[in-house]
């Protein structure tokens, strides 16, 4: 098919028309609702044989896509923000019925305040449901990333849902030049969705999502999800080298950026991560050998890559884009676990920037770079910081004033 | 199913689609209406069960029933519902399910789910015109965490969070919800009242229900002996009581227009079905509150009076 210039959102819905999909249960939700309107336009003009219909809330529709996707339907939904956290109960739900429900998440801070620009918090918030979770910096990662959400969801060692994060504004509303692949190819990478596990039959009546009673059982089911959720690593690895055969492109756990013989180096994920790696351009031309390694998963986390990504390294930077509040970043706490037994690590740092879609400046880069070399010179490391500039300072001390509260 | 209207409880189906050896509480009255609604809905279904009581029917590795089941949250299980069917009919219509393996979605909720927490996906799908059994079992309380104040209990009750005592002596001041005209408002092909005690009219009604294609609906007030307080042996007369005092009308609407489907020749007075609940007891005891039971008939004869069916 070629390239064509898509936006986030509508990379994902090529993703959604390309794996096929049957059954679409929706709701709309600034900035999502692109990829819904995208699909429901494809459908009505027969250009995608699929069933769409819009729900009462995302409780419900998160609940009609795990029904559906139960039922043997190949099913995909999508929300951002608030629209996740509405439908968070049955997130953890859909999870325990192990049915493979690809799931589109753009993200955007939550209230309150509200805004619209995006942080990580809603997504972060499902952390912990069962739901594997790919983080995309591309609108081209942002399609591929969904076939191949399906193939691994669907794959009997998982037997997971997925969730496809991206940045709201930033990349959901970003036109990129975008391979959309060819059908036939895709067919090849992604068989039609024909479960042995699943099928609601006449002829072999089932029972899913029953009770049980006793933490012995409820111990047993967890554990099998998280075990599932580790085999994803590996079985991302197979999916991903077909993945590379068919398609080309070759998508790793995490993704390494100028690493090789780095010694200070960022971890960032989703879009921003672009400015991080440009930051990283700069300080190479100022002499300082810094990289960035972006984690792509964040469930399962991918602990033995990451490990051997920092091997040697002199320092670490994680800038989160978002705040566990009385705690501060969640990937930073991520982090401090995977390397906490390590021997040889690197000292790792706190910045958390980007809240709310703010920018992350290169100046706030430079000073990210300078805490970094300071740190390994002296060995101090400082408390963690909020990347927040004089003159945003100075601007919401205007409004204040405004608002008569200065 | 064979369509003809029954006549007498001889003429049930003898086939049982739900076994014995449930957890379910001695005398449920639910659990008699959901053994006649699976009499009439044979076994090519799937239920999805709202968390509540029922929920309990299940329990790893067991299951009573005969069809697929399937487990949502207590908001939700309309939503559920609207997930099985859609996904029924795409495979169909894919060639990627044989037709032969078509089942009927049978949505089942306490009152607490159907009149309160599930209101907005019930709503939604009614409006959406989903092709669907819903059955609501109304035992007027949140009885699987201990019979606490839902939409459905009535005035005058005693439930865990609406306790008589000096300053609320009534115990629940509020009015039942009335689910059949939340329903009816939206004007789904069929809704029904029905009642385990008059099994014969509730299995015609499913028989009735049958021809519509769209929502199916279904409020079985039903008897609960450790909510309630009474003895498990009194629940089938506790649930003719409910119809024969009136409380509890038997009726169908057929696309908004409503029609009764029994009427008691004598109405009884709601006190002989009041007294023989400990639910209602301080309304008889320390001293009797007059306008409370007053008020309880009135608005039993009222609406009789209203449909012109008081004799």
């Known amino acids: ?406 | 199913m064979d369509t003809s209207t029954i006549r007498s409880i001889k003429e049930l189906p003898p086939e049982e689609n739900m076994l014995p050896g449930t957890a379910a509480c001695a005398g449920c009255g639910g659990l008699l209406t959901l053994r006649y609604c699976l009499k009439a809905l044979g076994d090519k279904i799937v239920i999805v069960n709202a968390a509540g009581c029922f929920t309990l029917l299940t329990i790893y590795p067991f299951s009573p029933f005969r069809n697929s089941w399937l487990y949502t949250a207590m908001a939700c299980a309309p939503a559920g519902a609207q997930g099985v069917r859609d996904a029924l009919d795409i495979l169909i219509k894919k060639g990627k399910l044989d037709p032969e393996e078509n089942l009927k979605v049978v949505v089942l909720s306490g009152d607490g789910s159907a009149y309160d927490m599930a209101l907005s996906s019930t709503s939604g799908a009614i409006y959406r015109n989903l092709d669907f059994y819903y059955i609501c079992y109304d035992n007027e309380a949140y009885g699987n965490t201990g019979f606490q104040h839902s939409g459905a209990s009535p005035f005058g009750s005693r439930t865990g969070t609406t306790p008589p005592g000096k300053e609320v002596p009534v115990g629940s001041q509020l009015q039942k919800k009335n689910l059949f005209d939340i329903w009816n408002s939206h004007k789904p092909p069929y809704i029904a009242t029905v009642s385990p005690a008059y099994p014969v009219d509730l299995m015609n009604k499913f028989k009735k229900a049958e021809q519509f294609k769209g929502p199916k609906l279904f409020i079985s007030h039903i008897p609960c002996p450790p909510g309630w307080g009474f003895d498990p042996s009194r629940s089938v007369r506790l649930a003719k009581l409910s119809v024969e005092t009136g409380l509890w009308p038997l009726k169908e609407s057929v696309h908004g227009e409503v029609e009764h489907t029994y009427v008691p020749k004598k109405f009884k007075p709601v006190e002989e079905y009041l007294k023989e609940q400990e639910r209602f007891s301080h309304l008889f005891k320390p001293v009797r509150q007059e306008d409370a039971l007053k008020s309880i008939q009135e608005m039993v004869d009222e609406y009789w009076k209203k449909h012109e069916l008081l004799p």
Request: glycine residues 8%.
């Open chain 1, 1 to 406: 098919m070629g390239k064509e210039m898509l936006t986030g959102n509508s990379a994902a819905a090529w993703g959604v028309r390309l794996a096929e999909v049957d059954y679409i249960p929706a709701y709309p939700i600034t900035p999502q609702t692109e990829i819904i309107e995208t699909i429901a336009k494809w459908i009505s003009d027969g250009s995608m044989d699929a069933s769409f219909v819009t729900m009462d809330s995302e409780h419900s529709m998160i609940t009609a896509a795990g029904a559906a996707s139960a039922t043997g339907a190949r099913t995909f939904t999508t929300t951002s923000s608030q629209g996740l956290l509405y439908g968070f109960e049955m997130i953890y739900t859909v999870a325990g019925w192990r049915v493979p429900l690809v799931m589109v998440n753009v993200s955007r801070g939550l209230s309150s305040p509200i805004t619209l620009g995006p942080d990580h918090n809603d997504i972060l918030a499902v952390r912990d449901s069962g739901f594997l979770q790919i983080h995309c910096e591309t609108c081209q990662e942002v399609l591929d990333s969904v076939l191949m959400a399906y193939r691994l969801a669907e794959d009997e060692r998982v037997l997971l849902p997925v969730m496809v994060n991206m940045d709201g504004f930033y990349l959901s509303f970003t036109r990129e030049a975008v391979e959309i692949p060819d059908v036939e190819k895709v067919r090849s990478f992604l068989p039609e969705y024909r479960p042995e596990h699943a099928f609601f039959k006449a002829a072999r009546p089932m029972a899913q999502g029953v009770a049980v009673l006793g933490g012995d059982y409820y111990s047993y089911f967890k554990y099998q999800m998280h075990l599932a959720s580790q085999n994803a690593l590996e079985i991302y690895k197979e999916v991903c080298d077909d993945f590379e055969r068919i398609f080309g492109r070759k998508y790793e756990v995490i993704d390494e950026y100028m690493m090789e013989d780095a010694e200070y180096i960022l971890v960032m994920t989703n879009s921003f991560s672009t400015l991080g790696k440009a930051a990283v351009k700069r300080a190479r031309e100022d002499g300082v050998k810094a990289g960035l390694l972006r984690p792509r998963f964040l469930r399962p986390f991918p602990e033995s890559e990451i490990k051997n990504a920092l091997k040697g390294k002199k320092a670490v930077a994680v800038i989160d884009q978002n705040i566990s509040v009385g705690k501060g970043g969640i990937i930073y706490s991520e982090m401090a676990g995977c390397l906490y037994n390590e021997i040889d690590r690197p000292l790792l740092l706190s910045f958390i920037g980007g809240l709310g879609g703010k920018n992350i400046s290169q100046k706030e880069f430079e000073f990210i770079f300078e805490k970094m070399i300071s740190a390994s010179d002296t060995g101090i490391v400082e408390p963690p910081s909020l990347l927040y500039t004089e003159s945003e300072l100075e601007g919401i001390t205007k409004l204040k004033e405004i608002a008569g509260k200065e």
